[in-house]
């Protein structure tokens, strides 16, 4: 993704700290992110994503530290802070008894446009997030990529130039997590400063000029996310062949083009790097096929949070953390 628009600073975060007894939810946590780009908060489970979006949103006070976001300070300029910023997130301010289109005139009242603007502002936005036709109807009845779309269609309502996005795409399924992205690239390639938090480096990777891995309240990395896949490794293909001499055969064929790769005979595994996804894997399977080799298993395997953990800090990340990335397999695919 281009960079739109560096003109200057849109938010600005200096050894945040916020302590709950021994829980140090936030640890000096420094962060910066350019007018005009997106800034992915990386990090599992507890790592402090959410205090820190609190902090910004000015929903809580950090023990120490500083923050500015688009100019104003999170403490003292509170108030007028909030009327420039649109906050989407896990604890959704959706009123499951309204309608879609009731919820976003709510919202455009307390943002004071007055009845005739929010009407028509919360009528735009349904047609926009491709509500329109689950507008009247009670919010109680919607998907969840449906609920998300009007969560973020709220947090759009006074058009803030900064959103914070936390976690958009959790639990979403596959197809409604895609449709989300696109969503939030049309924002983006209007000008709007993003601070979006994840546990998926994939959605990091597709959503981000710039990525700040987070871990016990700090930023442990940060880079653009060829930065970060070139110190992980990129997405992989594992093969696994019917026998020893399928396997040497595999990687002469497999080893001329694509190179480093690896094979394990005892466990008749070939592994090589991926680079166009996908594409990589189905010419391999075809260059194989040619030879009249069909492996037995085989799968495309991104990395994911837990490969950057590993790398980043040489352990992965806590065990109650469902942050594993989707894996696609082809074939027999096996989960690796
Ligand atoms: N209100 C709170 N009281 C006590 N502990 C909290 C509170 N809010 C967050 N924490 C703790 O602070 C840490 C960071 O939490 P959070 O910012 O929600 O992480 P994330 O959003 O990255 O999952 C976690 O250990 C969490 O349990
Ligand atoms: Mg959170």
């Not at 190179?259 to 790097?273: F, I, M, N, Q, Y």
């Amino acid at each position: 993704m281009g960079r739109r628009g560096d003109s200057g600073t849109a938010i600005v975060a200096t050894g945040l700290v916020k302590h709950y007894g021994d829980v140090h939810a936030l640890d000096g946590l420094d962060l910066e992110v350019q007018e005009g780009t997106v800034m992915a908060l990386l990090g599992p489970n507890g790592a402090g994503k959410t205090t820190t979006i609190r902090v910004l949103t000015t929903l809580l006070k950090a023990d120490t530290g500083t923050a500015t976001v688009a100019g104003l300070d999170v403490v003292t300029d509170a108030a007028e802070l909030r009327s420039r910023i649109g906050v989407s997130g896990q604890y959704s301010a959706v009123d499951e008894y309204l309608t879609g289109f009731e919820n976003l005139d709510m919202v455009g009242r307390l943002y004071h446009l007055g009845a005739k603007r929010s009407r028509a502002r919360a009528r735009e936005l349904l047609e926009r997030f491709d509500l329109v036709d689950a507008g009247d109807r009670p919010v109680k009845g919607y998907s969840g990529g449906m609920r998300r779309r009007l969560d973020l269609a709220g947090a759009l309502v006074a058009d803030p130039p900064v959103l914070f996005l936390d976690e958009p795409t959790t639990g979403l399924d596959p197809r409604a997590r895609i449709d989300l992205w696109a969503v939030i690239d049309e924002l983006v390639a209007a000008g709007t400063t993003l601070l979006l938090t994840t546990q998926y480096l994939e959605e990091a990777d597709r959503l981000a000029d710039r990525i700040a891995v987070i871990d016990h309240g700090v930023v442990i990395e940060r880079g653009t996310a060829d930065d970060l896949k070139s110190r992980v490794g990129g997405s992989r293909i594992d093969l696994t062949l019917a026998t020893a001499e399928d396997l040497s055969t595999a990687v002469e064929i497999l080893g001329r083009p694509a190179g480093e790769v690896t094979a394990d005979e005892s466990s008749r595994r070939l592994t090589l790097p991926a680079s166009d996804g996908a594409i990589t894997l189905s010419d391999a399977l075809l260059a194989l096929r040619e030879r009249g080799i069909v492996p037995t298993d085989a799968s495309l395997a991104k990395p994911s949070l837990d490969d950057v953990f590993l790398t980043l800090t040489g352990r992965a990340t806590a065990d109650d953390t469902d942050a594993t990335d989707a894996t696609a397999s082809a074939s027999t695919g096996s989960a690796r």
